[in-house]
């Protein structure tokens, strides 16, 4: 089985629409990539109940979490609050990112700055290659800056850590419309259910009517599944592009 995991996207600014999320569709295609299965995203407000209620929920349901925004220094930044909430915790100041933050910032740190050292009670660092500030942990819940840029870079020097067996996935390009093939999906599935098979219809790409995707982590079991799929398909003289 895959490891499963929850994104959880903290941030006023997304929910308002003054900000395009990106952290998203970051942590999708990265974790994807790795043979994680994505199982949830959820867009909350900088509300502490409100993240200690959904961190909570995914933490159970879930191998990893991530979560996006809410780490910073100012009045709206509550994130560490709400996830040392979710596990009934208190929040304290680390003093191995206190010295951090003193090293990096020097004669420049304030006192506002130095509550980027506070973290849930217990909590673990994880330092990764070029990365001055640790991703802070708590079970299986891992902290990220709402920055796309920062998070990205963060995300990129611990990555290996959640690598699994990859996805393999076939396509399949048709030009009939999505309605003609539904049996056929219906049959396909009832042969092969585990497999990842998924129908996407569009209406303004010339080239074709509809995508069928099919993803497995077993390539046999794929293979298999994708040569079902084309004979069930030459059977109702549908043709593949």
């Known amino acids: 089985m895959s490891k499963t995991a929850g994104i959880v996207v903290i941030g006023n600014e997304i929910l308002s629409g003054r900000t395009r999320d990106e952290n998203a569709t970051y942590f999708l295609k990265e974790l994807r990539t790795l043979g994680v299965d994505v199982r949830r995203v959820s867009v909350i407000p900088d509300e502490i109940q409100a993240i200690g209620d959904e961190i909570r929920s995914a933490s159970r349901n879930f191998d990893y979490v991530f979560s996006s925004g809410g780490v910073g220094p100012t009045h709206d930044d509550v994130t560490i609050q709400g996830i040392a909430a979710?596990?009934?915790?208190?929040?304290?100041?680390?003093s191995e990112l206190e010295t951090t933050l003193r090293e990096y910032y020097q004669d420049n740190l304030t006192d506002t700055m130095l509550r980027m050292a506070l973290v849930p009670e217990g909590a673990s660092l994880v330092r990764g290659d070029q990365m001055w500030f640790p991703v802070i942990v708590v079970e299986n819940v891992y902290i990220f800056p709402g920055v796309p840029e920062i998070l990205a870079s963060k995300f990129q020097s611990i990555k290996e850590r959640f690598r699994e067996d990859p996805f393999f996935n076939r396509d399949v390009f048709l030009v009939v419309e999505e309605g003609h093939v539904a049996d056929v999906?219906?049959?396909?599935?009832?042969?092969?259910?585990d497999l990842l098979l998924g129908s996407y219809p569009t209406f303004t790409n010339p080239e074709y009517r509809v995508k069928l995707t099919l993803e497995s982590k077993s390539e046999d079991y794929l293979n298999?599944?994708?040569?079902?799929?084309?004979?069930?398909?030459?059977?109702?003289?549908?043709?593949?592009?």
């Not at 979710?86 to 680390?94: G, L, T």
């Not at 999906?185 to 259910?193: D, I, N, Q, S």
């Open 86 to 94: 979710a596990f009934e915790r208190k929040v304290c100041r680390s």
């Open 224 to 241: 298999s599944a994708h040569g079902f799929l084309l004979g069930c398909l030459a059977a109702r003289s549908i043709d593949p592009i």
């Open 185 to 193: 999906l219906h049959e396909v599935l009832a042969k092969y259910p």
